[in-house]
């Protein structure tokens, strides 16, 4: 490994509900992206481990604790690192329960303040849930909110009412719904649309939101304000994580 920090390529490994996301990194380029589903983890990180010569990994999860991602690194000698709550971070963490605030969450407020460093954030990340994250121009995680994502909320009113109909989230959004379909749709992510317009409300003027996750694309074309959206928003802040041990490790060989 020592011979080859200096010129092999990082892995940033987010775990989210739905899928496995990994990031091959060479300096500060993403070379590749796979999005694994559950059942193919495995096969595709293996696949993975053999296209690249990596040096070094960093995972977050929010569903396991990686000990099988673990078990697939080793096989392919390479270290893996995993963001917890005792990772040293730039950022500090102002949160009752710190222990029960997603890594997830952490790794996304890391990689909007690498992007904008200084300024007033509010991070939205639009998944399966979304969390909508307030961090203060020096640092200051102040704490969020958790509110279930659109296809949550479709599939919700479709299974806990009589005759409310499955919808497809491809389709019309109209600002009024003409039709049942089109009002649930837009009832959905115009619902988002108002909450990532209220929280906007709460920061001073110059903050920067900043969007990530899987609805990103279908929430951002109705915001009426500017925004940064940022699909590698979390392995951003893990490949930050990472730059800095792999960093330490580097200066000590040279040394």
Request: aromatic fraction near 6%; charged fraction near 20%; proline fraction near 5%.
């Amino acid at each position: 490994m020592s011979k080859h920090l200096l010129t092999g390529n990082l892995l940033t490994l987010d775990r989210g509900n739905s899928a496995l996301k990994a990031d091959v990194w060479k300096d500060d380029t993403i070379v590749e992206t796979v999005v694994m589903p559950p059942a193919c983890i495995r096969r595709q990180l293996k696949a993975l481990t053999n296209r690249h010569e990596l040096v070094g990994a960093m995972y977050c999860s929010v569903t396991d604790n990686g000990d099988y991602v673990r078990e697939i690194l080793d096989e392919a000698d390479v270290p893996l690192h995993i963001l917890t709550h005792e990772t040293p971070v730039p950022l500090e963490i102002e949160y009752g329960s710190k222990g029960t605030l997603g890594v997830d969450r952490i790794a996304g407020c890391l990689g909007a303040i690498s992007l904008f460093p200084n300024r007033e954030l509010l991070v939205v990340d639009l998944g399966t849930a979304i969390t909508y994250d307030r961090v203060t121009a020096s640092g200051r995680f102040l704490g969020g909110n958790i509110a279930p994502g659109v296809s949550l909320r479709l599939k919700a009113l479709n299974a806990f009412t009589a005759r409310l109909p499955k919808v497809e989230l491809d389709g019309d959004v109209p600002e009024w719904g003409y039709d049942t379909p089109t009002a649930l749709r837009a009832g959905a992510i115009k619902g988002i649309v108002g909450e990532v317009s209220y929280y906007r409300s709460l920061l001073p003027r110059g903050a920067k939101v900043v969007l990530t996750g899987g609805s990103a694309p279908r929430i951002a074309p109705h915001l009426k304000f500017s925004y940064v959206m940022e699909p590698h928003l979390v392995t951003i802040g893990l490949k930050t994580c990472l730059d800095s041990i792999v960093e330490n490790l580097t200066t000590v060989i040279v040394q």
